[in-house]
Structures are given as C-alpha cells and as structure tokens.
C-alpha cells in the first residue's frame, strides 16, 4: 500500500474513521484504543493511515490473487460421476477458497511473551491430565474431576486404555482457542486436542500476507513459523517406538475430501513427510504398514487427523470408513505411535474447564497463567441449578462435540427454551453452559471501508522434551460479519496472519532450518516408492493434463479452419474443414459431434460447438473438463507436487472458468496451451526423477500417443482428394506440433517417401520427434525402468519394438486399409499398456466391511 501525500486539510482516512466506529462502542480492539493505537501495531496502523480505501481494497484483490494461485482451500464435498475413469472415483465439488484479509492481527513481544507462558503453561496441564486419565486415574479417584464429567464424554475410549507415546509428553500437539474479552485479558474458551488444524494455513497466511504487504513486512521484525514446524518434525520422531532407522512418519488423513486438505498436504510438504489414506495402510503382524508401489514400507508414527474413535474399525466405531482395523493393537504392543494419542479427544471436554484451576494447582503446583471462559457443568447440582435458571443469557453446549450444536439461549423463544432445559434436565452430564464472551475486534477490509469483527486466535503448541514450543503466533480468524458473534470456517469466517514482534533477547536471527527425510537413511539417498493411490492420481493428472492440451491444440487448428472456409461450401477447403471436424469428433471421442445427420446443423454453424468443447466441463473430454479432472487429481497428491504447479493450474482454470461469450477463441485456446505448456515445463525443469515423477510422465506419455494415434487413424488413414489430402495432413501435423519439421523435410527431400508416408513416418516412427508415438513408448518405457518393476516393461518395450519394425511401404500397398488396421492394433496395444500399468501399480484395497460394534451396558459393563 502506497501512501498518498498527507496535508492538515487531508480528508479522514480510513483508520480515521474505524478509530471514531470503535472507540463509541464499548469493545475492545486489537488495533486502536481509546488512548491511541497499541503499540505492537504502531508501524501497521502508519501504513493505513498513510494510504486510502482504494489502496487497501487493492491489496484485499491482490490477497485473493495470491490466495487462489496457491489454490488455498477451505471445505470439500464430493458429487457422483459415473463416467469418471480413474479407478472409479467420485469427483469433489469445488471447496471453498480460503478466506484471508490482507491487514495482519499483531502482538508485541511482551504480551507475547506472557500469552506463550500461558499456552505452555495449560498445554503442560492437559498433558498431565491425558497421562493420568490413560494411566493411574487418581484424579478421578481422589474426587478432582468427577468421573461422569470424564467417562460420559465421547472421547473417552477405554479401548486405548494404558497405551503410552514414548517421551515424557503424551499430548504432543495441542491447540487452544482464545479470544481477549472486554477487559483486555486473553480467555481460553475451547481445548484443541484430538487432532488439532490450522498450522499450515498459518504458514500459508503469512507466505501471502509477506507478498501482500512487502515492505511492512520487512519493516516490521517478525518473529519466523518455520521453527515451529521444524520442532514439531522433531517431535514426531521423538514420539517413535525404538528404531535403528530413520522413524517413518506419515499424517492419516480423511483424504483429498478432507475439508482441511490443504492444511494437512503444507504441513506435509513442509515435514517432508507422506500423507496417507486409511487405504494406504495396512496392518500386519502386530505392526502398520504402509502400501507402495514396490512392496510394504514400515510406519512408525502416525500424525492422525481424523478422530480417535475412528482410527480403528475393530476396537473402535465398526461404521468407519476413515480408520484401519490394527491401528489399536499396533499401538498396544508399541509397534507404532498414534499422535495425539487415540484417547486425547477427552480433553475437549467443555464439563472439564470448571475443574482446571484446581487440577493446575493439584498437578503442578501453579495457579492457572490463561482463564477459560466461566462454565457450567450440568452434571454438577449446583451447576445444572444455575444453567437452567440462567438459559436466556448463556451459550449452551454439549459436552460432545458431535451430539449437537451450540445453542445461544438469547436467541430461543420461551418455548424453546424450556424444552431445551427439559433435555439438559434429562441428561445434565451431557452439556456445559458458558458465559456470552465480548470478544475484541479487528479490523476487515471491505468495500465500504475498515469494519470492526470479533476476533479469535487459535494458538499451537507442541512438545519439546520436557516442555512445550509454542507457534508465534498462530491463526486468527474473524467473524462473518460486523454483528454476528459467529466465528468459525465451516460458515466462512475470514483468516488472519497473525504477527508477533520479535524479541531478539530469546530468538536466535536468521536460523537455516533442514528437515530430515523419513525414509531415507541416515545418509540419505534414494526414493520411496508412492503409494497406490498417489501414484495413480500423479499417474490420471499426467493423463488429463496431456488430453486438455491436445484438445486445445487440434481444436485450435479446426477453429482457423472454421474461420477461414465456413461459409465456403464445395471449396477443398470447406472439405477439409469437414475432415477435420470429424477428426475432433474421433479424437476426442464426443459423441455425436460433427459426424452423423443428427450433427448436420453442427457442421453448419461449427463455432459454437468448439467453443462448448473449450469451455463446458459438462461434457465429458472438452478441454475444461480434462483440465478440471487434472486440478482434481493434483489436488489428491498435492504435497508431491512443486509449489509453482498451482500458480500455473488456477490460472489456467481461471482462463476456462472465466472466459466472456464473445471472448476470442483462438486467443483463449492459446491461453491455454500456455498454461498447459508451463505445467509440463514445471515437470520436465522443477521435479526430481524419483517413481512419484516417472508415474506422471508415464500418464503424459501413453496419453499423447492415444491422442497421436487417434489423428492419425481419423486423418491421415483416411483416403481423400489428393488436394484435400494436402490441406488434413499439414492440418493433422499442426495439431501434432510436427509441421515445420515436416516442411523443412520435404524442402530437403525425403527419398522415395510420398509426402503422406513421409508424414506417417513423422508421426508414428520417428524418435527424435518428442510428438512421434515411438518417442512416447520409449518414455514409457524408461519411466518403467525408473519406476524398478519388471511386470508392466514387457508389454512396452513389445510395443516399441513393433513400432520400429513399421514398414511404410507394405502399410500403404493396399490403400489406407493396412495402415489403419495397424493404427488400430497399435491402440489396442496402448490400451492393453495401460491396463497392465493398473494392474500393477495402482491396485486399490478391497473395501472393508463395517464391522457391527455393541458396547456391553448393564451387567458386564466395560
């Protein structure tokens, strides 16, 4: 943001205003007060006061350019597809983009300071509580927490009774939410334990906001997130079982359906370690396996980020479909460490906040540093007296997370309010009652200015041997409007980068931070294999990202063609604007498209049907649909991938998704070549030769030689006119980017080759053209080489050897026939490559079977 000169009759600049809206009301905010602006946020209140709405909204655009180039998402939903290919897939629904406003939340060093103190402080209590709780139980027994507020919690899980993390910290990262009330003083008012998110969207916050708002951000002394993930790194392997090797870590996840996926694949990418689905596991001999595509890899540690109860079908919920039958018996037997711990769910219970004073003092002798919000607990008579004489002015919530929502008592009709005191009444253990917390506010760029919202601040711990690190920092979030008290993501509440001004008394400057690898040894070298399911989305996105660009590239030739002899019926041209209109019909394999009666009026008017097949990803094979098909599967794996891959795919659907009816088509399949051409740019310069590389370029290799097969057998295979023959084949070559090759052969000479033969050759034979079919299977078969598997090179290598052995001259003896008799066995071959390759490599696991669980109640209890 600039600043605009400043004079004493200056108008009232944004901070102005938003200074005179807040300072009336009786809030407080995070960045002016009554008495000025705080101190931590002197140098950003400078740069707004300096600058004016139209600055600001700037950066709000340029917040969102940033945002969707990472491809930040919030949220997913899936949607059936039957005619989806890849292994039978259901296609997500488009999640929801991450929402950031470009002005920072700050905090300075000494409120920081002691805010961290507070954090480590409550972060060492849980830890205490989850390890008496999973072990001797004598808070319970000695009458500190009453049993019913612990063991009628739904994260209690005596399945996982008495299994211990190695190291002295069980809870090894947890998470609080807070929020600063009306005396400025910061309120816990939620526990984070089970599998606590938002680290990697605090890191992909600040990568934003740092490019948002450079010159601040080098103005202001930071205090840097990347030592954060560098202690959580080392604290996963201090939480593996005894190993002479590197600890294999992985992060179990929902899956790329995951609403925090994108959370889960930084914080992957920034670990250097797998994300893995339930499905990618396996559990044998006591032990967690983890399923690649050249054999079984041991796990020792497993970063969950799905709930405790689901993590395990056999001894847990038989209705999961997101956990592995072994997973509790593994971590029984010591054979593989679960964090957080199966069991840290309970401590998200509300019932436990009235008892924490009193546990801290127990436990470590201290008064409790952070206070929660004030509640209530029905399962206390006291408590449940106070709760239901009080409804109308308390936020009631389940002790469970799961069983219900929160209820805001002010907003329930009478009635209502006494038939929710009757189910409180029936079941008190079950729910907790807080009192309404006046958050502060901050400030939120919006089209008609700053405008004040209620704030929170998720803040993130992990273990450090005998302590805690703390994120500097963390993640805030506003809410959804300026009166509404509603914060959270699943309703669109917008993010914060959250800013903590060095203290260099404590803080080491300029620390080079290296992540050690989990499967390598400890000298490093070599790759691990992928597992099934990443390499078949690396595989299906290679695939879909060659189809789109083939598409673009021949519909762009029909489109010149089109332009050129439409309205020029009975010309040789207008007959190979027709030929190559059935071409895209075939190569495509759009149905009905320009071949057939019913397609006549198609072939009249061809412009808006090639403009449907750019554009509509509602038909199966246009170029927004395969390039949407390869976003997806790019979104499934995409902690393997190079960071600038989705700045070049969100531009490229940005180029698709929002191209105007009268926008040029010529122009908009250029775009898109372009940006399909900078993905495989991004393949072929920025990505390390390993399996996970070979499997998408084995996708791109058989893709382009179906589609070079197809234009061959729909143009070239084709007997025509001899001078419309001329006019399809340098059209077919065009679309093959093979035709200044082909010309400056035919200048040369090309010995007793025809110019057809001499095409032919070109396309199908010829290894030193990177657009030849043979070139293609040569790839592939060096990617199977890469990939170590004998079983899928022999269909290949069989497959260039047939190639090779092409003789022009028996293939053109009897017309076109023979030709396109072996352009149609060598697309069977192709097939046949492909569905050796999913055989192989991409073999899914079978689908469990829900098991049916009855938990014994009455006599026999457990």
């Not at 209502?416 to 807080?434: G, N």
């Not at 958050?439 to 273990?463: I, N």
Request: charged share 25%.
């Amino acid at each position: 943001m600039s600043a605009p000169a400043v004079g004493p009759d200056a108008l009232p600049t944004p901070l102005d205003e938003y200074r005179e809206n807040v300072t009336s009301s009786e809030g407080i905010d995070e960045i002016v007060t009554l008495d000025g602006v705080r101190e931590a946020a002197e140098p950003l209140a400078e740069a707004i006061g300096a600058t004016g709405l139209p600055a600001m909204l700037a950066a709000r655009a340029a917040t969102r350019r940033f945002v969707d180039d990472e491809g930040i998402t919030y949220g997913a939903g899936v949607a059936p597809d039957d005619s989806d290919v890849a292994g039978g897939r259901a296609v997500p629904t488009e999640p929801r983009t991450w929402e950031l406003d470009p002005i920072p939340l700050t905090v300075g060093p000494q409120e920081w300071a002691a805010l961290e103190q507070g954090v480590r402080q409550r972060a060492s209590l849980l830890d205490a509580i989850l390890t008496d709780l999973t072990g001797e139980q004598r808070l319970v027994r000695d009458g500190i927490l009453p049993g019913a507020a612990v063991y009628g919690h739904d994260g209690w899980l005596p399945q996982a009774d008495g299994i211990r993390v190695p190291g002295p910290r069980q809870l090894v990262m947890p998470a609080m939410d807070l929020a600063r009330d009306r005396t400025g003083s910061w309120r816990v008012f939620a526990d984070r334990t089970q599998a606590p998110s938002g680290a990697g969207y605090a890191m992909a916050n600040r990568r934003i906001i740092a490019r948002v708002l450079p010159d601040l951000h080098r103005e202001v002394d930071l205090a840097r997130l990347r030592g954060f993930f560098f202690q959580m790194h080392k604290a996963l392997a201090a939480a593996a079982p005894p190993t002479d090797d590197v600890p294999r870590i992985v992060i179990l996840t929902p899956g790329a359906l995951s609403e925090t996926a994108y959370d889960e694949a930084l914080q992957s990418t920034v670990l250097g370690v797998p994300v893995v689905e339930s499905e990618d596991l396996v559990s044998r001999d006591g032990r967690i396996w983890m399923r690649t595509t050249s054999g079984l890899s041991p796990v020792d540690v497993i970063m969950r980020r799905i709930d405790g109860d689901a993590i395990d079908q056999l001894d847990l919920r038989g209705d999961s479909r997101l956990g592995l039958p072994g997973i509790v018996e593994a971590a029984r037997l010591g054979h593989v460490s679960v964090v957080n711990p199966i069991s840290s769910g309970v401590l998200e219970n509300p019932a436990l906040i009235p008892y924490l004073p009193q546990v801290c003092r127990h436990v470590l002798g201290e008064d409790l540093i952070l206070p929660s919000t004030t509640t209530w607990w029905g399962g206390d008579p006291t408590h449940l007296s106070h709760i239901v004489n009080h409804l109308s002015s308390m936020v009631v919530k389940p002790t469970s997370r799961g069983s219900a929502t929160s209820v805001f008592g002010w907003e329930l009709s009478a009635r209502e309010r006494d038939d929710l005191a009757v189910r409180i009444q029936a079941e008190p253990w079950r729910w907790t009652a807080q009192d309404p917390l006046t958050m502060s506010t901050a400030p939120v760029v919006t089209a008609g200015g700053l405008e004040p919202r209620h704030v929170v601040l998720r803040t993130f711990a992990v273990a450090d041997e005998d302590d805690y690190a703390v994120m500097p920092g963390g993640l805030g979030r506003v809410a959804v409007s300026a009166d509404s008290g509603a914060i959270s993501s699943l309703i669109g509440a917008m993010s914060k980068d959250v800013w903590v001004r060095a203290d260099h008394t404590e803080q080491g400057e300029g620390e080079v931070l290296t992540l050690a690898s989990p499967f390598g040894g400890a000298s490093g070298g070599g790759y691990a294999a992928p597992a099934p399911r990443v390499a078949s989305d690396l595989y299906w996105m290679g695939r879909y990202a060659e189809r789109a660009e083939s598409a673009a590239r021949l519909l762009r030739v029909a489109d010149n063609l089109v332009d050129d002899h439409a309205a020029r019926s009975g010309t040789t041209g207008h007959a190979a604007m027709l030929a190559i209109l059935s071409a895209v019909t075939e190569v495509m394999a759009i149905r009905p498209g320009f071949v057939g009666d019913e397609a006549a009026a198609r072939r009249e008017d061809p412009l808006p049907h090639l403009r449907e097949l750019t554009l509509e990803p509602r038909i199966t094979g246009s170029v927004a649909d395969s390039a949407h098909r390869a976003v997806v599967a790019a979104q499934a794996v995409r902690e393997t991938l190079s960071v600038d891959t989705w700045l070049v795919m969100s531009r490229l659907e940005r180029t698709l998704r929002h191209a105007a009816p009268d926008d040029d088509l010529q122009e908009l399949l250029m775009e898109t070549i372009e940006g399909l051409l900078a993905l495989a740019g991004i393949g072929v310069e920025s990505l390390v030769r390993d399996p996970a590389w070979a499997f998408a370029d084995a996708g791109k290799r058989l893709e382009r030689a179906q589609q070079t097969i197809r234009l061959v057998g729909s143009v070239l295979a084709v007997e025509r006119a001899p001078v419309v023959e001329g006019a399809t084949t340098e059209a077919a070559l065009v679309a093959a980017e093979s035709v200044i090759t082909y010309r400056r052969r035919l200048t040369a000479g090309i010995g007793g080759m025809s110019p057809l033969q001499a095409a032919v050759d070109l396309l199908l034979r010829d290894r030193s053209n990177p657009r030849s079919v043979a070139f293609q299977v040569q790839r592939l078969v060096e990617d199977l080489e890469l990939i170590g598997d004998e079983s899928a090179l022999t269909g290949a290598r069989a497959l260039a050897e047939r190639i090779d052995g092409l003789d022009l001259d028996a293939l053109f003896d009897d017309g076109r026939l023979l030709l396109a008799r072996e352009v149609t066995g060598l697309g069977a071959d192709l097939r046949a490559s492909h569905r050796e390759i999913e055989e192989t490599y991409f073999r899914r696991k079978a689908t469990g079977r829900q098991v049916q669980w009855t938990q014994w109640n009455g006599e026999g209890a457990w």
